[in-house]
């Protein structure tokens, strides 16, 4: 009889705690778990056995020349776009947070249609600017400014502007929100402690925004790893990309230990980067949510 009323106290007690509404979506969130968990999985698990068990795939990283070309291909191109994209990602914020509220409202509206236009049409848009007889050599040309058409096509040139184009509005998002949540009294302060404005901005200013710049470098970082369309387009087949290695081995070499092998790998940087990223700025803040 004690026991039995222990456990009718213990079962009412998380009732109290549990709310009903958990019986209808802990299913539908089980699923989705499966879902999400189960791909997952089963990358890993090819990673480590196809085409045979153990680690030779993961040893191709050092052991091919190719594979090492390419991952070293991916990460210089990310890398610079995200130095360009972070670099006129923080002029445009900066000068969005200082600007009228009228002009701000301008730009966050231009800032966020770009977020509405696929991929797909802006990398045929650039197609069409850069190719040789494109808007961009036509007008040069014309000019007289260059004597034959400038080869922005197939290399690496056009996978930079056109990656650095979609990744700057990924950029500004983060460096927005870092920069209006300062204090303006502070640089005031500063100013009036007699710093000139170069001095207010370097000493006080960026420090300030810091984790901003942490949080979008990593985010562009991040984007930049999976690109898929802008180089395949743009590169013209000339600058192979890891995306584009992966679709390669699972649909035309069928090698999909390989590709299993280089989505874990990107899979572990992204969530390295991401937890580094939330030391430094809460996720949600990234995309407009609350800083608190």
């Not at 039995?4 to 089980?30: E, Q």
């Amino acid at each position: 009889m004690v026991g039995a009323a222990l456990r009718n106290t213990d079962m009412n007690a998380v009732a109290r705690h549990i709310h009903p509404g958990w019986a209808i979506i802990a299913p539908l969130l089980v699923l989705v778990v499966a879902l999400y968990l189960g791909p997952i999985l089963n990358i890993m698990w090819l990673s480590v056995t196809d085409p045979e068990p153990g680690l030779g795939n993961y040893r191709m990283l050092y052991e091919s020349d190719s594979l090492l070309r390419i991952v070293w291909t991916t990460l210089r191109i990310c890398v610079i776009t995200t130095v360009f994209s972070v670099t006129l990602g923080y002029s445009i914020a900066y000068a969005m947070v200082h600007c009228h509220q009228r002009q701000k409202n301008y730009m966050l509206t231009l800032l966020l249609v770009s977020f509405w236009i696929s991929i797909l049409v802006r990398t045929f848009s650039w197609l069409m600017l850069l190719g040789r007889s494109g808007l961009i050599n036509n007008t040069l040309e014309t000019l007289g400014l260059v004597s034959a058409p400038i080869a922005f096509m197939r290399n690496e040139l056009g996978v930079l502007i056109g990656m650095v184009h979609y990744m700057i509005p990924y950029a500004v998002l983060p460096l927005l929100v870092s920069m209006q949540s300062l204090d303006s009294r502070v640089m005031d302060a500063s100013r009036n402690l007699g710093a000139s404005g170069s001095q207010t901005f370097w000493r006080i200013y960026l420090p300030l925004t810091l984790p901003g710049i942490v949080a979008s470098t990593l985010l562009v970082f991040i984007l930049s790893l999976g690109f898929y369309v802008t180089p395949a387009v743009l590169g013209g087949g000339k600058v192979l990309m890891v995306a584009e290695y992966i679709s390669v081995q699972l649909l035309v070499t069928l090698k999909w230990g390989t590709a299993a092998m280089l989505a874990a790998l990107m899979l572990a940087g992204v969530l390295a980067m991401l937890w580094i990223m939330s030391r430094f700025m809460k996720l949600s803040a990234v995309f407009g949510g609350s800083t608190r």
